[in-house]
């Protein structure tokens, strides 16, 4: 336990924890169940290809979201790709800068021009007004994002693409089990893409799904994730291997199986996280809409720097040292990320509202692999720290550390001027 400045590992404390603490580590479910379905496939010899599993694990998404067709892929990042091409995009796609670096590599990677748009002045979500601005002839479709599995703002954004003439997709990798004005995320839009990497709330090692009710995209899609097959030597379309195996099926039907106690674990994380650093200024635990289903899988810090006197690449380094890997999602924005940063279209482009977000926030580590006595210790330490933070930049600023020269010059340097 971290009761003074001096526990802590920067000032030559004990590490707080010989484990690494990460965020999402995988959720594994009921090892019986996985092992018995390994055997089963394996005594089949169905390993991929449309198997059996994977045809359930299709099923009961697609029973869960409430939508006619599911289509399991490999990742979602595969799922994007078939997604934008089912749904017939080109030219420009509007999406927020705030996210994976999927959601705009998805698009580039097939010749599409990602157009970075704005989040609301709350977050974490694309702003609508700020899509219906980016709008031009060469505009195809929107890909909002329900960042953390909050939704964005469907209806308004629906009701935009159904005045320009747009496609309306989702990339839903965080959303799976959560809901949008009572309806669940996956039946909005054109498409919606969900994701089951193993760091996901249900995780099938890795994979995806496009979920749609559109007869046409999901047509499109199915052929395009088997190489354009339509029979056995018959190929009508342009296609990729996008194909889910039968072993990621088993594990995502297992792990769906342990989705409601993996939901469960979840949710106590967040009450707990939010209980312990209740009343902490300058430290706000983003809040879920508790009227509406959620997976609750992240749970995310907002830190104000004029408040706790360090800045959240403080707070992350200091976590970092004590062997706490949180995660500064989505830093720094797509649109400082290569290849876009480099390219004339984004060099000027300001998105205020995304930078302001991805230079406050921190991802914790939440899950069923976490416990209450590992959160209270990095509640504990967090409280130290935005309770001291001007101390911590005044010993480090003096030279008074236990790593590295470096480690204090980035604390210093990334903390900015102090606002005592
Ligand atoms: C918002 C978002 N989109 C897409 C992806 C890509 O998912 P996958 O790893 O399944 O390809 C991720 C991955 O975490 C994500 O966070």
């Given at each position: 336990?971290k009761?003074?400045?001096?526990d802590?590992?920067?000032?030559?404390?004990?590490?707080?924890?010989d484990?690494?603490?990460h965020?999402?580590?995988?959720?594994?479910?009921?090892?019986?169940?996985?092992?018995?379905?390994?055997?089963?496939?394996?005594?089949?010899?169905?390993?991929?290809?449309?198997?059996?599993?994977?045809?359930?694990?299709?099923?009961?998404?697609?029973?869960?979201?409430?939508?006619?067709?599911c289509?399991?892929?490999?990742?979602?990042?595969?799922?994007l790709?078939?997604?934008?091409?089912?749904?017939?995009?080109s030219?420009?796609?509007?999406?927020?800068?705030?996210?994976?670096?999927?959601t705009?590599h998805?698009?580039?990677w097939?010749?599409?021009?990602?157009?970075?748009?704005?989040?609301?002045?709350?977050?974490?979500?694309?702003?609508?007004?700020?899509?219906?601005?980016?709008?031009?002839?060469?505009?195809?479709?929107?890909?909002?994002?329900?960042v953390?599995?909050?939704?964005?703002?469907?209806?308004?954004?629906?009701?935009?693409?159904?005045?320009?003439?747009?496609?309306?997709l989702?990339?839903a990798?965080?959303?799976?089990?959560?809901?949008y004005?009572?309806?669940m995320?996956?039946?909005l839009?054109?498409?919606?893409?969900?994701?089951?990497?193993a760091?996901?709330?249900?995780?099938?090692?890795e994979?995806?799904?496009?979920?749609?009710?559109?007869?046409?995209?999901?047509?499109?899609?199915?052929?395009?994730?088997?190489?354009?097959?339509?029979?056995?030597?018959?190929?009508?379309?342009?296609?990729?291997?996008?194909?889910?195996?039968?072993?990621?099926?088993?594990?995502?039907?297992?792990?769906?199986?342990?989705?409601?106690?993996?939901?469960?674990?979840?949710?106590?994380?967040?009450?707990?996280?939010?209980?312990?650093?209740?009343?902490?200024?300058?430290?706000t635990v983003?809040?879920?809409?508790?009227?509406?289903?959620?997976?609750?899988?992240?749970?995310?810090?907002?830190?104000?720097?004029l408040?706790?006197?360090?800045?959240?690449?403080?707070?992350?380094?200091?976590?970092?040292?004590?062997n706490?890997?949180?995660?500064?999602y989505?830093y720094?924005?797509c649109?400082?990320?290569?290849?876009?940063?480099?390219?004339?279209?984004y060099?000027?482009?300001?998105?205020?509202?995304?930078?302001?977000?991805t230079?406050?926030?921190?991802?914790?580590?939440?899950?069923?692999?976490?416990?209450?006595?590992?959160?209270?210790?990095i509640?504990?330490?967090?409280?130290?720290?935005?309770?001291?933070?001007?101390?911590?930049?005044?010993?480090?600023s003096?030279?008074?550390?236990?790593?590295?020269?470096?480690?204090?010059?980035?604390?210093?340097a990334?903390s900015?001027?102090?606002?005592?």
């Amino acid at each position: 336990m971290k009761l003074s400045l001096d526990d802590l590992r920067i000032f030559g404390g004990p590490l707080a924890f010989d484990e690494t603490q990460h965020v999402g580590r995988p959720n594994i479910g009921n090892r019986d169940r996985l092992l018995a379905r390994l055997d089963d496939l394996l005594d089949r010899r169905w390993l991929t290809n449309n198997g059996p599993y994977v045809q359930e694990f299709e099923q009961r998404i697609a029973d869960l979201v409430g939508v006619k067709h599911c289509i399991a892929t490999s990742n979602a990042t595969v799922a994007l790709e078939i997604a934008a091409r089912a749904a017939e995009l080109s030219g420009e796609v509007i999406i927020p800068s705030f996210t994976f670096v999927a959601t705009a590599h998805a698009l580039q990677w097939i010749g599409i021009t990602p157009v970075f748009c704005d989040v609301e002045s709350e977050g974490p979500n694309i702003d609508p007004d700020a899509v219906e601005k980016a709008i031009t002839p060469a505009t195809s479709g929107i890909l909002g994002v329900h960042v953390w599995g909050k939704p964005c703002g469907a209806d308004r954004l629906g009701e935009i693409a159904r005045r320009y003439g747009l496609r309306l997709l989702f990339d839903a990798a965080h959303a799976f089990g959560c809901s949008y004005r009572g309806r669940m995320i996956g039946s909005l839009g054109d498409a919606e893409v969900f994701s089951f990497h193993a760091t996901k709330c249900v995780n099938a090692f890795e994979g995806g799904a496009i979920v749609t009710n559109d007869d046409g995209i999901a047509a499109r899609a199915k052929l395009m994730r088997n190489f354009g097959f339509a029979t056995y030597d018959v190929v009508t379309s342009l296609g990729i291997n996008g194909k889910m195996t039968e072993i990621c099926a088993a594990m995502g039907l297992t792990s769906l199986e342990s989705m409601a106690q993996f939901t469960r674990i979840n949710y106590d994380n967040y009450r707990q996280y939010r209980r312990e650093l209740a009343d902490l200024p300058g430290i706000t635990v983003m809040a879920y809409d508790e009227g509406e289903q959620n997976n609750y899988h992240y749970v995310v810090i907002e830190i104000d720097e004029l408040t706790t006197g360090l800045g959240r690449d403080a707070f992350h380094q200091i976590l970092w040292e004590e062997n706490v890997r949180a995660r500064r999602y989505f830093y720094p924005g797509c649109h400082q990320l290569e290849p876009y940063r480099s390219l004339p279209r984004y060099a000027d482009l300001s998105l205020p509202n995304t930078e302001r977000l991805t230079a406050r926030v921190l991802c914790l580590p939440s899950g069923s692999a976490v416990t209450p006595g590992i959160i209270s210790e990095i509640c504990q330490i967090i409280r130290l720290v935005a309770t001291h933070g001007r101390e911590i930049r005044e010993r480090l600023s003096s030279g008074e550390f236990r790593t590295s020269r470096q480690l204090a010059a980035n604390l210093t340097a990334v903390s900015g001027p102090s606002h005592a």
